[in-house]
C-alpha cells in the first residue's frame, strides 16, 4: 500500500519539488506515458474547454465549442483566461482524469476567490467534487464539496503572493491522495479521496480572476466524453 512518503516520491518525479525525471503509471511501474506537459488552453480561445455556469431557474447551463459566445462569465483577452466571477460557475476539461499533475498560473486584480475543481463528477453548481482553494487567505487549502470525502486538506504553509501578481499553483493526483505545490511550497495534502476520478476544472466565483498557462502532465483519461457525456463513478 503506497503511503505519503512515496506520494511526495511522486511529487519530487512530477516536477514540483525538484527538476523532472521518468514519470511511469504508479499502476504499472513498466508502463510509460508521455513525459512531457499536454497544453489545456492555447491563449486564443476556449478549444475543448465546457463552461458550466448557474443559469436563471438555478440549473446548470453547459456552453461548449460555438456556444460559449452565448456567455459571458468567461472570456479569453491578451492571451489569458479570465472570468467576471459572475455568476457562479466553472470551466472544466472535456475528458476525466485520475492520476495527474495539474498546472495553473492564476492572478487577481484584487483581492479574490476561486478554485480548481479536481475530480468534477455531474455538472452542477456546485458540483460534487474535491476542491483545491484559491481563496487568496487560504490559497491551497484542500477540501470536499457537495457530498464528495476526503481525509486531511488543512493547510502546513502559506505561500501565496498578493493581489496583482502571479501565484503559480499545481495538483498533484494520485489513487485517491491530493496535493497542492504553490509557488513551489507544498503547501497542503489530503487522502481517500472519494471521488477520485473526474473533470478538472476552474471556478468563477464572485470576483475578477485572470488564468495562464493551464496544462497536465502525465494524465491518463478513463474515458474521453467530448462533448456530452458524464464521468464514470467508481
Not at 10 to 20: I, K, Q, V, Y
Not at 61 to 84: C, I, M, N
Not at 130 to 151: K, N, T, W
Not at 156 to 184: C, F, M, S
Request: glycine share 12%; proline share 6%.
Amino acid at each position: 500500500m503506497r503511503t505519503f512518503p512515496a506520494f511526495l516520491a511522486l511529487l519530487s518525479l512530477a516536477g514540483g519539488l525538484c527538476p523532472a525525471q521518468r514519470i511511469g503509471d504508479v499502476r504499472d511501474p513498466d508502463v510509460r506515458h508521455d513525459e512531457g506537459w499536454t497544453s489545456l488552453f492555447n491563449g486564443k480561445d476556449f478549444g475543448r474547454l465546457v463552461i458550466v455556469l448557474k443559469g436563471e431557474d438555478g440549473k446548470p447551463r453547459r456552453f461548449f465549442d460555438e456556444t460559449a459566445s452565448k456567455q459571458s462569465t468567461f472570456y479569453v483577452e491578451g492571451g489569458l483566461l479570465k472570468t467576471t466571477g459572475t455568476p457562479n460557475g466553472y470551466i472544466r476539461t472535456s475528458d476525466v482524469y485520475d492520476n495527474y499533475v495539474f498546472h495553473v498560473e492564476v492572478r487577481f486584480p484584487s483581492a479574490g476567490n476561486s478554485g480548481v475543481l479536481a475530480h468534477i463528477q455531474q455538472d452542477q453548481v456546485w458540483p460534487r467534487a474535491i476542491e483545491c482553494q484559491l481563496y487568496q487567505a487560504h490559497m491551497g487549502r484542500i477540501f470536499p464539496i457537495q457530498g464528495a470525502y476526503l481525509d486531511g486538506g488543512e493547510m502546513i504553509h502559506a505561500a501565496d503572493k498578493p493581489p496583482g501578481e502571479w501565484n503559480t499553483y499545481q495538483v498533484y493526483a494520485e489513487e485517491g491522495r491530493i496535493a497542492t505545490v504553490l509557488n513551489g511550497v507544498l503547501v497542503s495534502m489530503g487522502s481517500h479521496a472519494n471521488p477520485w476520478i473526474g473533470y478538472i476544472g476552474l471556478q468563477s466565483e464572485g470576483v475578477p480572476a485572470e488564468f495562464r498557462n493551464l496544462k497536465v502532465r502525465r494524465h491518463s483519461p478513463s474515458h474521453h466524453l467530448w462533448p456530452k457525456g458524464e464521468p464514470g463513478k467508481r
